[in-house]
């Protein structure tokens, strides 16, 4: 059973345009949400996070939407550039004692075109 | 500040060996975490450590095991290898448990 799902596998947009990139989740126990960015050959980077607290958390280019009731998520990069072109992971995981387990979903890959 | 370290970068094996793999994590950080990546499924949670102590597990069989040392340091192993575990593995290491700061992985390739 997926619990985090990122429904486009890739999604291609037009340099200084935006992307936006999309997350849905099933377990309502989630209350704190991740996005990263992996390039080919190297780990996941830590882009952005967003407590269930905010529905909004903006940092640069980068802002991260979250709607509970549709238990959904999803991060907008404007504008676009070349070099955001990555696979972006969404991953989700409960605040609740010492829970550090991130659960992910499959990625989405971002290509932005000059 | 330096970030997660893992060793070695690739790795070739055979069916039925054995692997350790090696990750450092950020100085001050206690908990490390691994995780599988495939094609197929994505990132996938192996286990977490803390302090020494195993914490949290993902649906692994139990040739997949760890420990970490009293410096943090964390070693993952892999027994009896199977085609299926060619996987790019990653460490992740935390101060708080929010934000996880990942290695580069190590390739695992098992022919």
């Known amino acids: 059973d997926q619990q985090v799902k990122q429904n486009s596998p890739s999604l291609s947009v037009q340099e200084g345009r935006i992307s936006i990139l999309n997350c849905d989740y099933t377990?309502?126990?989630?209350?704190?949400f991740l996005w990263y960015k992996k390039y080919p050959a190297e780990g996941p980077t830590f882009l952005i996070s967003?407590?269930?607290?905010?529905d909004k958390n903006e940092d640069g280019r980068f802002t991260v939407f979250l709607n509970k009731s549709a238990k959904h998520l999803s991060l907008h990069i404007v504008p676009s550039q070349p070099g955001d072109s990555a696979v972006y992971f969404c991953?989700?995981?409960?605040?609740?004692?010492?829970?550090?387990?991130?659960?992910f979903g499959k990625g989405t890959l971002l290509t932005v075109n000059p | 500040k330096a970030g997660v370290t893992q060793t070695p970068r690739y790795l070739i094996k055979t069916r039925g060996q054995q692997v350790t793999l090696s990750c450092s994590p950020i100085?001050?950080?206690?908990?490390v975490s691994w995780y599988q990546q495939t094609p197929g499924q994505g990132l996938q949670f192996l286990f977490e450590y803390f302090s020494e102590t195993q914490r949290n597990k993902g649906n692994f069989p139990g040739r997949f095991s760890g420990r970490q040392f009293s410096n943090s340091r964390s070693e993952m192993n892999v027994s009896t290898l199977e085609l299926g575990d060619s996987a790019l593995y990653l460490c992740a290491s935390s101060l708080m448990g929010f934000e996880q700061f990942f290695g580069p992985g190590t390739r695992l390739t098992v022919l």
């Open positions: 377990n309502s126990m989630f209350d704190y």
């Open positions: 100085s001050g950080h206690r908990s």
């Open positions: 967003i407590s269930s607290i905010k």
């Open positions: 991953a989700a995981r409960t605040s609740g004692g010492s829970n550090y387990k991130l659960t």
